[in-house]
């Protein structure tokens, strides 16, 4: 895996048949600092005049921020100049679910919700703290918080469609209790509850980790964690199991799909005709990461074998047996059919740790005699 005493990438004047996935947690940065073997690496990735010789995608399970802020941080860590189109974030997938954009949704997590929400396409989001805001009496596990007098709403909020799980929130307690509330009324969460409603109104979740790595010695809580307790809870209260319309992030289909077209829209933007056949997924997580990757491998691999491509099933594991995912109904037919192209045939592991990463004098990527290239003279590189 070692290139050094190999041609490095900018020296091969090629079309690239090959495209990166790179987790950015645990592998470029730990934390908020960068892992110094991360940089040097990607020097090794770009031409004289920092444009990258192959594809690249960076695929992260974090939603709490735009495209453009992660591309921003990474171009300064990196030292390349990242695009917001080659960041994808857990969320990045919900632009595809256009059934949703124009209902009242509920979003959790932290970071600008509101700005994620509408970049995504949503036209009608509302924040936990907006409805925590107009029913004051659902909140009171914190008594310091609790409303001493009461105001009537000027404004009555719309019913609520859906609830969209962007990560981890910072009150658990308030987001747990708003969200059971939300499904355990239909989306009307003043009103009381009635057990009959089920099934409940859709749920889509981003980002299934139970934990992530941080600069504290052991992983720390991820939004999977979160998902167990509100799934526990739900489970608790009616005797049924929390469904998701749709989940995404790694380790699901869904999220690979969307990163290979993302890595097939770079190709074309630099006229590179050769097709990816080759996905390299660097990452540090076993249970996200290796797994995801090994279940689009797979995919691909029996994809390959029929010699057609079957139409999406976008039903992602990620060992929540609770889950269930009927996401090809929901898709918009022109995303579909854009995802349904795949023409990778292979998606392949690369497991790195930032411990692994630093011990190293030069950065690990494939080998060049393990990389398919073409004798074709790459002009736009």
Same mark, same amino acid.
């Given at each position: 895996?070692?290139?050094?005493?190999?041609?490095?990438?900018?020296?091969?004047?090629?079309?690239?048949?090959?495209?990166?996935?790179?987790?950015?947690?645990?592998?470029?940065?730990?934390?908020?600092?960068?892992?110094?073997?991360?940089?040097?690496?990607?020097?090794?990735?770009?031409?004289?005049?920092?444009?990258? !010789?192959?594809?690249?995608?960076? #695929?992260?399970?974090? +939603?709490?921020?735009? $495209?453009? %802020?992660?591309?921003? *941080? /990474?171009?300064?860590?990196?030292?390349?100049?990242?695009?917001?189109?080659?960041?994808?974030?857990?969320?990045?997938?919900?632009?595809?679910?256009?059934?949703?954009?124009?209902?009242?949704?509920?979003?959790?997590?932290?970071?600008?919700?509101?700005?994620?929400?509408?970049?995504?396409?949503?036209?009608?989001?509302?924040?936990?703290?907006?409805?925590?805001?107009?029913?004051?009496?659902?909140?009171?596990?914190?008594?310091?918080?609790?409303?001493?007098?009461?105001?009537?709403?000027?404004?009555? !909020?719309?019913?609520?469609?859906? #609830?969209?799980?962007? +990560?981890?929130?910072? $009150?658990? %307690?308030?987001?747990? *209790? /708003?969200?059971?509330?939300?499904?355990?009324?239909?989306?009307?969460?003043?009103?009381?509850?009635?057990?009959?409603?089920?099934?409940?109104?859709?749920?889509?979740?981003?980002?299934?980790?139970?934990?992530?790595?941080?600069?504290?010695?052991?992983?720390?809580?991820?939004?999977?964690?979160?998902?167990?307790?509100?799934?526990?809870?739900?489970?608790?209260?009616?005797?049924?199991?929390?469904?998701?319309?749709?989940?995404?992030?790694?380790?699901?289909?869904?999220?690979?799909?969307?990163?290979?077209?993302?890595?097939?829209?770079?190709?074309?933007?630099?006229?590179?005709?050769?097709?990816?056949?080759?996905?390299?997924?660097?990452?540090?997580?076993?249970?996200?990461?290796?797994?995801?990757?090994?279940?689009?491998?797979?995919?691909?691999?029996?994809?390959?074998?029929?010699?057609?491509?079957?139409?999406?099933?976008?039903?992602?594991?990620?060992?929540?047996?609770?889950?269930?995912?009927?996401?090809?109904?929901?898709?918009?037919?022109?995303?579909?059919?854009?995802?349904?192209?795949?023409?990778?045939?292979?998606?392949?592991?690369?497991?790195?740790?930032?411990?692994?990463?630093?011990?190293?004098?030069?950065?690990?990527?494939?080998?060049?005699?393990?990389?398919?290239?073409?004798?074709?003279?790459?002009?736009?590189?």
């Amino acid at each position: 895996m070692n290139i050094q005493g190999r041609k490095s990438f900018r020296e091969l004047n090629v079309l690239p048949s090959f495209g990166f996935l790179f987790d950015i947690d645990g592998v470029l940065v730990r934390g908020k600092t960068p892992i110094p073997a991360a940089r040097t690496a990607f020097q090794k990735l770009v031409n004289s005049q920092g444009r990258f !010789l192959v594809p690249v995608v960076f #695929v992260t399970n974090a +939603g709490n921020c735009l $495209r453009q %802020e992660k591309a921003d *941080q /990474l171009s300064h860590l990196l030292g390349v100049p990242i695009s917001r189109d080659q960041v994808m974030m857990s969320h990045s997938p919900l632009r595809m679910f256009k059934r949703y954009h124009e209902k009242c949704v509920l979003v959790s997590g932290q970071g600008p919700l509101l700005d994620i929400a509408q970049d995504l396409g949503f036209c009608q989001p509302i924040t936990i703290e907006t409805l925590r805001e107009k029913h004051p009496l659902l909140d009171v596990v914190d008594h310091e918080r609790r409303p001493n007098v009461l105001y009537p709403s000027a404004v009555e !909020l719309p019913k609520i469609e859906a #609830v969209v799980l962007f +990560g981890e929130p910072v $009150r658990w %307690e308030t987001n747990l *209790q /708003l969200i059971i509330d939300v499904l355990l009324t239909s989306g009307y969460p003043g009103n009381p509850y009635w057990h009959q409603h089920h099934p409940h109104i859709p749920v889509l979740a981003c980002n299934m980790d139970l934990m992530w790595v941080a600069e504290a010695q052991s992983p720390r809580f991820g939004h999977g964690t979160f998902m167990v307790c509100l799934e526990n809870i739900y489970k608790k209260i009616t005797g049924k199991d929390l469904k998701y319309e749709a989940l995404m992030g790694k380790p699901s289909k869904l999220t690979y799909q969307y990163a290979e077209y993302l890595i097939r829209a770079q190709a074309a933007e630099r006229h590179w005709k050769q097709p990816i056949q080759t996905l390299y997924a660097v990452g540090d997580n076993l249970m996200t990461d290796v797994y995801g990757a090994n279940l689009y491998n797979r995919y691909l691999e029996e994809n390959s074998r029929k010699g057609s491509k079957s139409r999406i099933q976008a039903k992602a594991t990620g060992g929540k047996g609770s889950a269930a995912v009927s996401q090809d109904e929901d898709i918009d037919n022109s995303w579909e059919n854009e995802l349904a192209s795949a023409a990778a045939a292979h998606c392949r592991t690369c497991l790195l740790s930032a411990s692994t990463f630093n011990s190293l004098k030069y950065p690990v990527f494939p080998t060049l005699h393990s990389v398919n290239f073409t004798d074709n003279t790459a002009a736009q590189m």
